[in-house]
């Protein structure tokens, strides 16, 4: 028998809850498939724990999630929160829980399911062949630099501060490499080297680390012109480094290539084996509690999580697979019916990946 696994559960907002009971559906089925063995803990977190606890991100949650050996994710926010001040909007608890639990690597795969090629905006002899990483710095930059208002001489002004280490680069530039040892072993990194300071660093210390890396092909691209060429040729691409922010827009950019957000699958990493899974999309408050968002993108962290964090290669292949099948004989939610009148809902969904999960 393997050793029990500790999953700490955050559900969040909105489509949260409902979309991570199906991923724990599709847990209790590897159970019983294999022999492994997990053990759910369950904390408020996002609106919800504002709402019952006064903060985004309370301590007992934090410490839940730090006992753990994985957490699964749902989603946080919503308009309920949209207007409260920064210490009581969800956003902060999602920023915190990275910072915390030293998640500094943010890993976003986009990959486009032949099935599913007409549900993408873009034309599909464009996406043909498209799988890719993005690899995001999640605990850096812009994001976490020092923020601040003054009295300028024309009146108000706004500094948000953007800051980078030559360590914080090294960590995640390494761990890109890596990823890319394991794929088609072509990297690009993506910075603003021809305007930022904090990307002149960035480049220069990626060159410096890539010598250790003489198998992987390296490209530097401007963010500019990345946000171009991955809608002009999306398949040339393998796995992209960026830093926080030009991570965050572009990996909306290439899960939309896809057009299933709903299916899109993520894992935060620090140093170690442990990382916190979730699914791309957001809380998706317009549609919550209906039972009609698509569990897919939660199901398949999970499969993430489970090849990245536990390395049950076996069981994440068999929720794969299930996937596949379940898409390949026709069954959609909402979100990616060609037609909606025959879709199904989050539930039904589940129920049909747990039963196409034979070994
Ligand atoms: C994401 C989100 C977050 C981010 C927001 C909700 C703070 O857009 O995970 O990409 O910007 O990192
Ligand atoms: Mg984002």
């Known amino acids: 028998m393997a050793e029990t696994k500790k999953i700490a559960v955050v559900a969040g907002d909105g489509i949260g809850p409902e979309v991570v009971a199906e991923a724990i559906k599709v847990m209790h089925k590897v159970e019983e498939l294999f022999e492994y063995r997990f053990e759910f803990e369950e904390g ?5 724990a504002i709402d019952e606890k006064g903060t985004p991100l309370p301590q007992d949650t934090l410490e839940m999630c730090k006992r753990a050996d994985a957490v699964l994710l749902g989603a946080v926010g919503g308009p309920k929160w949209d207007n409260n001040p920064k210490e009581l909007r ?4 999602l920023l915190g829980i990275r910072k915390a639990l030293g998640l500094f ?17 873009i034309k599909p002899e464009v996406l043909e062949g498209t799988d890719l990483i993005v690899v995001r710095e999640l605990t850096g930059g812009i994001y976490f630099g020092e923020k601040f208002r003054r009295e300028g001489e024309n009146g108000q002004e706004a500094v948000d501060t953007c800051v980078y280490s030559v360590a914080e ?5 390494k761990q890109a490499f890596e990823i890319a040892r394991t ?3 072509r990297l690009a990194s993506v910075d603003k080297a021809n305007v930022l300071e904090t990307s002149r660093l960035w480049r220069e210390t990626v060159i410096r680390i890539s010598a250790d890396y003489p198998d992987v092909e390296l490209e530097h691209v401007l963010v500019d012109n990345c946000a171009m060429q991955l809608l002009r040729r999306p398949a040339s691409f393998d796995v992209i480094v960026t830093e926080n922010m030009f991570g965050d827009i572009l990996s909306d950019e290439a899960a939309m290539l896809t057009g299933s957000i709903g299916m899109l699958s993520s894992a935060s990493l620090g140093e170690g084996a442990f990382g916190l899974y979730e ?6 408050p317009d549609i919550a509690g209906k039972g009609i968002s698509n569990p897919i993108a939660t199901i398949l962290s999970v499969a993430l999580m489970f090849r990245l964090t536990f390395g049950y290669h076996d069981a994440a292949d068999l929720i794969e697979r299930a996937v596949k099948n379940v898409l390949d004989a026709g069954h959609r939610t909402g979100d990616i019916a060609v037609d909606k009148s025959k879709a199904i809902g989050t539930t039904a969904m589940g129920d049909l990946i747990v039963a196409a999960m034979v070994k």
């Not at 408020?44 to 919800?48: D, K, Q, S």
């Not at 680069?169 to 530039?173: D, L, S, T």
């Open 44 to 48: 408020l977190f996002g609106g919800i």
């Open 90 to 93: 969800p956003e902060t608890g």
């Open 105 to 121: 690597s943010n890993i976003r795969p986009a990959v486009v399911f032949d099935c599913l090629k007409d549900a993408s905006t």
């Open 169 to 173: 680069v090294e960590r995640i530039a």
């Open 183 to 185: 794929r088609s072993k």
């Open 279 to 284: 699914p791309v999309h957001g809380s998706a």
